[in-house]
């Protein structure tokens, strides 16, 4: 069993959809929980952090992490063109920035 | 502000040959780390530089990578002799120290291609 699941795709939504990205895991030592964007050619950017069980919101997205369950998830609100991208879930157990990626989730947004 | 920068972008080499990558992180930033995605599979952890010193290499697939970080700037990863199984996307990351939550900078990536 992988460390980290992400479901890859691709998911493609038409413009003005909510959109659900979920990984799960199997590690309890994780704590730390990222969500990271990549377009095409780039680097990963992160977009969401967080360590404790709940939501965390920022504009248009909300990480979700539920500790009990070991699932993540990431929703995007009112998706543009702009979000099409690959989406990571990044975890880390001790703070130490040794990331378990999954293998993210090609989005793409259709206007 | 600079982001973290590597070079180069794409890299083809033959089987057996030498490469060197080279990260020059964010000025400042004391912790550099490297990264590298192969074909159909997760980013995974290689190693993590504290200025010029290893904290952490246990992500280094064998002595055919060495990683190096003379003075605490740049670093380089030299692959000898590349093989096959090397291709893919090399990251380079960094991030201040002692910045409690301070997110790692991803650089553009080399693309390695052995052939």
């Known amino acids: 069993q992988k460390e980290v699941e992400q479901d890859p795709g691709p998911l493609s939504v038409p413009e003005g959809a909510i959109v659900s990205l979920n990984c799960t895991y199997s590690?309890?030592?994780?704590?730390?929980f990222m969500w990271y964007r990549q377009y095409s050619r780039k680097g990963p950017e992160l977009l969401m952090y967080t360590y404790s069980s709940g939501n965390k919101e920022d504009g248009r997205f909300t990480a979700q992490v539920d500790k009990s369950s070991k699932y993540i998830s990431l929703f995007i609100r009112d998706s543009q063109p702009s979000d099409s991208a690959t989406y990571l879930c990044?975890?880390?157990?001790?703070?130490?920035?040794?990331?378990?990626f999954g293998k993210g989730t090609k989005l793409s947004v259709i206007p | 502000e600079a982001g973290v920068t590597q070079f180069p972008s794409h890299s083809v080499i033959e089987k057996g040959q030498t490469v060197t990558l080279r990260c020059d992180p964010i000025?400042?930033?004391?912790?550099l780390y490297w990264y590298r995605r192969v074909m159909g599979k997760e980013i995974k952890f290689l190693l993590h530089?504290?200025?010029?010193?290893?904290?952490?290499e246990s992500g280094m697939p064998n002595n055919r990578f060495l990683a190096e970080r003379t003075g605490g700037t740049y670093s380089t990863l030299k692959v000898q002799p590349a093989e096959l199984e090397d291709s893919g996307v090399y990251f380079c990351?960094?991030?201040?120290?002692?910045?409690?939550?301070?997110?790692?900078?991803f650089g553009n990536g080399t693309r390695l291609t052995v052939t």
């Open positions: 530089f504290v200025k010029e010193s290893k904290q952490d």
């Open positions: 990351a960094s991030s201040p120290r002692g910045v409690p939550n301070s997110p790692l900078h």
């Open positions: 990044a975890l880390d157990g001790a703070g130490s920035y040794q990331l378990t």
């Open positions: 590690n309890s030592a994780f704590q730390y």
């Open positions: 000025s400042g930033h004391d912790n």
